[in-house]
């Protein structure tokens, strides 16, 4: 099912380079939707996808969902838990939802390709296991992740490459074992991400997914 998955992000990209669905002289206001993925999330055996809308005229602010799932690197898990062994333990982000804002900031006018700022916040759970323990131990949380980064725009500026420098804050934990627990406030976890994301209207879209359909035809 993953290999499919990469398959078809994969194809809709590739599908997207011969489409005529826009010249070089399109202008990108009408682009409102967006989609991104986590190539990194895919290693972590999970994935990473996020769908966004903008919601102004300049496209400057867009909002939208962020939906992850994957194992937690060794490296994080003593800026995430406490008394959760690094080297030992096998951690799994069961599940995050989020709602997701953005807005980028015009620095470069001429430029499609520009900084931004933006929020996560949503819910997730992740399953712990370790020794010592019979069964795993799950924790869930409320996360505010706020984040910056950097849009670089390609062939038409219709795809782009989007590292994100996030810092992640918890609150309102709760843990099946109260020997294990997510670490508090004032040691947030903070990260990079990376993601390759597609800006498209609902014609173009609709294009390349019947394009899509009909190679296997």
Same mark, same amino acid.
């Given at each position: ?18 489409? !005529?669905? +826009?010249?070089?002289?399109? =202008? ?9 993925? =986590? ?6 055996? &999970? +994935? ?21 799932? @994957? ?9 995430? /838990? ?8 096998? !951690? ?29 916040? &949503?819910? =997730? ?16 949380? /409320?996360?505010?992740?706020?984040? !910056? ?19 992640? +804050? ?21 990260? @990079? ?6 800006? +498209?209207?609902?014609?173009? /879209? ?5 394009? /899509? ?5």
């Amino acid at each position: 099912m993953k290999k499919k998955s990469v398959l078809f992000i994969c194809s809709m990209l590739m599908l997207s380079l011969n489409t !005529v669905c +826009f010249s070089q002289s399109d =202008e990108t206001k009408d682009r409102n939707f967006r989609l991104e993925v =986590e190539p990194g999330s895919f290693v972590l055996r &999970g +994935f990473g996808v996020a769908a966004l809308y903008n919601v102004t005229e300049d496209n400057n602010l867009s909002a939208g969902l962020h939906f992850s799932m @994957l194992d937690v690197p060794d490296w994080t898990k003593e800026m995430m /838990f406490d008394n959760v062994s690094p080297d030992s333990s096998t !951690v799994r982000l069961g599940f995050h939802g989020a709602l997701m804002m953005r807005y980028r900031i015009k620095v470069f006018d001429q430029w499609e390709s520009n900084p931004y700022v933006g929020l996560i916040a &949503g819910y =997730e759970y992740s399953d712990i296991e370790q020794p010592g323990y019979l069964n795993s131990v799950r924790l869930s949380s /409320f996360v505010a992740t706020p984040y !910056v980064g950097y849009e670089f725009y390609f062939f038409k500026q219709m795809i782009y490459i989007n590292p994100q420098l996030r810092s992640a +804050f918890y609150f309102g934990s709760k843990t099946s074992d109260s020997t294990l627990a997510l670490k508090k406030w004032e040691r947030f976890c903070c990260f @990079l991400r990376f993601q390759l994301g597609y800006v +498209f209207d609902r014609l173009c /879209f609709a294009r390349n997914l019947s394009s /899509f359909n009909s190679s296997f035809k």
